[in-house]
């Protein structure tokens, strides 16, 4: 089982960044997808999280209207486009796969973002 992040990266407050996550090894189709994402001295907290065919969406209250996650079942990836960024969301980035029914709980190594001027 392998969740691969990219994407992340050194940007401007205001810019924008797109990150995406490979997944490997497991039914990706089956599984939620969420983003987490943990600041230097902070505790790790949900970002986005996706269902398995896309039908619901859901965010941190602090990236609503900035951030949107989608994914494609046929390349097994998990994207995270992030609009308008700001020195606040300055952290290493997560991707994370889960399946409740057989208590499987995937976890990347994570991408870091940086905002700022």
């Known amino acids: 089982v392998q969740l691969v992040e990219s994407g992340g990266g050194l940007v401007q407050p205001g810019g924008s960044l797109r990150l995406s996550c490979e997944a490997t090894g497991f039914t990706f189709s089956r599984y939620v997808m969420s983003w987490y994402r943990q600041a230097p001295g902070k505790e790790r907290e949900l970002v986005a999280t996706?269902?398995?065919?896309?039908?619901?969406?859901d965010y941190a209250d602090s990236v609503k209207g900035r951030f949107t996650i989608s994914r494609d079942n046929a390349k097994n990836t998990v994207y995270l486009q992030m609009n308008n960024l700001k020195p606040d969301d300055t952290a290493v980035y997560y991707c994370?796969?889960?399946?409740?029914?057989?208590?499987?709980?995937?976890w990347g190594q994570g991408t870091q973002v940086t905002v700022s001027s």
């Open positions: 994370n796969a889960r399946r409740r029914v057989i208590n499987a709980n995937y």
């Open positions: 996706i269902t398995t065919t896309s039908e619901t969406t």
